[in-house]
């Protein structure tokens, strides 16, 4: 478990600003669920934790559970098995932020179920924190990168509908 650090996390809220507040937020691969309690703590109306590590998950429960924070959702399960599965329930979300295992390839095959599965909102936006030796594409499916933060060694890579991107 290689969890978002404290500085990166404010760096990622800094950017955000007040638009978390009355989003719907999809925290995939969450680990301990730190930025999606983050973003429940700055107002957000909703956050869906999905985590597949059962040691991970026990966490996550505990933590979700030790804040108090009611208007959440954890999930467990393959991040790429559970996407489809929201996407047929009609889920969608202002925010989905996904920071897989490093060297895994999974940033850009979610990137993909996310883009085909139309769980992104109108005007959302997708953040992907990544290991910078491991940069992105530019575009997947009716996704755009519209934005790129480096801290250190890792990205913060913004997505949004690409139809929906002003130039």
Known sequence: VRPTSDYLREALFGILGSSVRGVRFLDLYAGSGAVGIEALSRGGAEVVFLE???ACLRVLRE???TTG???????GGDVLRVLPRLARQRESFDIIFLVP????GLAPRTLGVVASGDLLRPRG???VEHFAKEPLPERIGNLRRIRERAHGQTVLSFYARAPEVEQ
């Open 52 to 54: 597949q590590d059962p």
């Open 63 to 65: 933590n979700v559970k």
């Open 69 to 75: 924070l009611r208007q959440n959702r954890v999930l």
């Open 101 to 104: 295992p490093y060297g895994s």
């Open 125 to 127: 936006v997708v953040i």
